[in-house]
């Protein structure tokens, strides 16, 4: 499920230099694990998942971070065993106080280019709750940007889950095309 938690304030998007984007680490497991409670769309996790996937996804997952170096965002990913040229995308989330500064926007943009060049990467799926507008804004504006389509599929029905749960539509985005230099010296 990938709720994007990005609300629109006055701080346009890529004006706020003031955040990195870099894999996890380990000791960023923590921190995410907070986001996605505080979050209250998110579903939340174990924080035992959060600190293996800082481990084990670190190189197909992305923070943004203060000047800090404090986690304010994540985007959590993985390759598809079954499809190793595609990235799952499996949770996005911005803290609150962070929101609005297109931060959701650069991580993504910074993971599809890391992927893309280190993994060879070329499609990247997420799921989607039909009611979360802001999510599909989102994933639409990244394959507008990235001058690939976006393709709308059932997964998983709401029966499908065994507690109340909206259905989870299937994102797909790409082909990508190979990261160029102007979008690696901005991510």
Do not use: K
Not at 18 to 42: F, I, K, N, Q
Not at 64 to 70: E, N, P
Not at 101 to 118: C, K, W
Not at 165 to 184: I, K, N, W
């Amino acid at each position: 499920m990938t709720p994007v938690l990005q609300s629109a304030t006055s701080t346009p998007p890529d004006l706020d230099s003031r955040h990195e984007y870099r894999p996890p680490t380990v000791d960023d497991g923590v921190r995410l694990w907070e986001m996605a409670r505080d979050s209250e769309v998110l579903d939340v996790n174990s924080s035992y998942s959060y600190l293996l996937w800082c481990r084990d996804f670190a190189a197909t997952s992305v923070v943004a971070v203060d000047g800090g170096d404090r986690p304010v965002g994540f985007v959590t990913g993985y390759l598809r065993p079954d499809a190793p040229h595609t990235v799952f995308v499996w949770q996005v989330a911005v803290d609150a106080a962070h929101r609005g500064r297109g931060l959701a926007r650069g991580m993504l943009d910074s993971l599809v280019d890391r992927v893309v060049s280190e993994h060879g990467v070329t499609t990247l799926e997420t799921t989607v709750s039909p009611d979360n507008a802001a999510s599909i804004a989102t994933f639409t504006s990244l394959a507008r940007r990235r001058g690939t389509g976006i393709v709308r599929s059932d997964l998983f029905a709401a029966g499908s889950f065994p507690d109340a749960h909206q259905p989870e539509d299937l994102y797909t985005v790409g082909p990508f095309a190979a990261p160029t230099t102007d979008s690696q010296e901005t991510s």
